[in-house]
């Protein structure tokens, strides 16, 4: 079968000339600006190479590229230019962006040639992402079949940053008390609700799992008890809820703090009762489940607030744990980086790694998506790298952390302050108002700022302010 390639290029008997030297030996695809081109690699998931002019009025050949690579990952990408830009060109390449680029007047043996190299490396990387597909299929599959088990010893970080909270994890999975973890977005809150399970007597049972913040009232009520047929418009058949899916085993509610007001009283009921109807029905059922909670808002701030029940609050509060953010554990980055290296090498068949320039940068980097950050900016660099990946190959602001700043001193220099300077005198400032107005109580300081105590505690030993 024919591989499907897309020319672009705002001469159109440049088209022409393109399609009729490779009508036989491709499905060719045409386009006649970046915008029409985009829409084609939309409408199009199997292109399997994208050709493309760099001078274009509107949207230059690299900026479409690179915006088509957002769309379709998988295809390969060449320039064809009468310019020697190279300097752009090679950026672009070692970008990820451009396989390769050929100078007009492009010879058509010449140029079916790089496109013949470039389409077997698609299809090559296709078959590994489908054998890839099958084996991830399978152990799915497997792990229906035979449940999960989640311990410590799948926790990266377990002996090292995360030592202490996988103690409190021991001790409280023997028991049923509702625990409530606290953490930043993507600092794995979900994993340590897996090992709380995976680690307790209900193991053998279900963990289900429910987003709070992905749902609107009427529909997370449902979601969570379920309903009767014929409750509301669109109640065709009668519907278990969480609770009762969960039966025997522990539901997961993330972002709990989201919950709207007249679903955290019913919530209230159940776990303090173990008991709750259906939406539209009349019979009492029992839930015999373990609730793990999890949440990255201040919920003391959201009870001052009036958004978030008191009696609530104390009833999922039993057993807090707090993970602390990834700039906070900085022992665990090296570890991580090399587990996400080799998991998406294997994920993509690539064996690529990562030089000692590039994991310096990666540890002085303060990671503010935590460790989903961390996961995204490897496994792009790992797809889009080849061999041993460089500073360059990673979408990370590292001049952020070139700057030097001088520990206990807040002067500004005498020189012109850069925006950078400007941001850290800011941040500065307000957590030394904070400690200010809460008379030098820490805990009460982050209350004011609605952070957790250790993130403060981080903080302002950063910014020299204790």
């Known amino acids: 079968?024919?591989?499907?390639?897309?020319?672009?290029?705002?001469?159109?008997?440049?088209?022409?000339?393109?399609?009729?030297?490779?009508?036989?030996?491709?499905?060719?695809?045409?386009?006649?600006?970046?915008?029409?081109?985009?829409?084609?690699?939309?409408?199009?998931?199997?292109?399997?190479?994208?050709?493309?002019?760099?001078?274009?009025?509107?949207?230059?050949?690299?900026?479409?590229?690179e915006k088509s690579m957002a769309i379709n990952p998988h295809a390969q990408r060449l320039m064809l230019t009468a310019f020697t830009d190279v300097e752009a060109l090679l950026g672009a390449i070692q970008k990820g962006h451009v396989y390769d680029y050929i100078v007009k007047p492009w010879d058509p043996d010449a140029?079916?040639?790089?496109?013949?190299?470039?389409?077997?490396?698609?299809?090559?990387?296709?078959?590994?992402?489908?054998?890839?597909?099958?084996?991830?299929?399978e152990n799915e599959s497997l792990k229906t079949m035979v449940g999960a088990q989640y311990d410590v010893a799948h926790i990266v970080g377990a002996d090292d940053g995360l030592k202490s909270i996988l103690e409190q994890v021991k001790k409280v999975a023997g028991t049923d008390s509702t625990v409530l973890i606290r953490g930043e977005s993507g600092t794995g809150k979900e994993l340590i609700a897996h090992a709380v399970h995976g680690m307790s007597g209900r193991s053998k049972g279900p963990l289900v799992k429910l987003n709070c913040a992905a749902l609107s009232e009427g529909v997370l009520e449902s979601e969570l008890f379920g309903h009767e047929k014929g409750a509301f418009t669109g109640a065709v058949q009668e519907k278990k809820g969480r609770f009762e899916i969960a039966h025997g085993g522990t539901l997961f509610l993330d972002e709990i703090g989201d919950l709207p007001e007249a679903v955290q009283v019913k919530l209230l009921r159940v776990i303090q009762e173990r008991e709750f109807e259906r939406v539209g029905g009349t019979e009492t059922k029992r839930a015999d489940v373990r609730l793990v909670a999890a949440t990255h808002q201040p919920l003391e701030k959201l009870v001052e607030a009036g958004k978030f029940r008191e009696d609530l609050f104390y009833r999922i509060n039993v057993v807090p744990i707090e993970i602390p953010p990834l700039r906070e554990r900085s022992g665990d980055i090296d570890k991580l980086v090399a587990h996400f290296c080799a998991k998406f090498n294997a994920e993509t068949g690539k064996n690529v790694s990562v030089s000692d320039?590039?994991?310096?940068?990666?540890?002085?980097?303060?990671?503010?998506?935590?460790?989903?950050?961390?996961?995204?900016?490897?496994?792009?660099?790992?797809?889009?790298g080849e061999g041993v990946l460089m500073p360059q190959d990673f979408t990370v602001d590292f001049n952020a952390i070139t700057r030097q700043v001088q520990k206990g001193s807040l002067e500004k220099a005498d020189e012109a302050v850069t925006v950078l300077e400007s941001i850290h005198d800011e941040a500065a400032s307000k957590l030394a108002d904070a400690i200010r107005k809460a008379n030098g109580n820490i805990s009460e300081a982050a209350r004011i700022l609605g952070v957790p105590r250790s993130t403060l505690v981080y903080r302002f030993k950063k910014y020299g302010i204790v």
């Open 1 to 65: 079968m024919k591989q499907r390639i897309l020319y672009v290029d705002d001469d159109r008997a440049n088209l022409d000339t393109f399609q009729r030297a490779f009508r036989f030996d491709y499905e060719v695809l045409t386009a006649e600006s970046g915008p029409a081109g985009l829409e084609i690699v939309q409408k199009n998931p199997d292109i399997a190479l994208i050709v493309a002019d760099q001078r274009m009025p509107g949207m230059k050949g690299i900026e479409f590229l």
């Open 111 to 137: 140029l079916k040639g790089i496109m013949n190299k470039a389409i077997a490396i698609y299809e090559d990387r296709m078959e590994r992402i489908k054998q890839l597909m099958v084996a991830r299929s």
């Open 357 to 384: 320039e590039a994991k310096k940068l990666l540890l002085a980097y303060e990671w503010p998506g935590n460790v989903r950050e961390l996961a995204n900016v490897i496994e792009r660099a790992v797809i889009m």
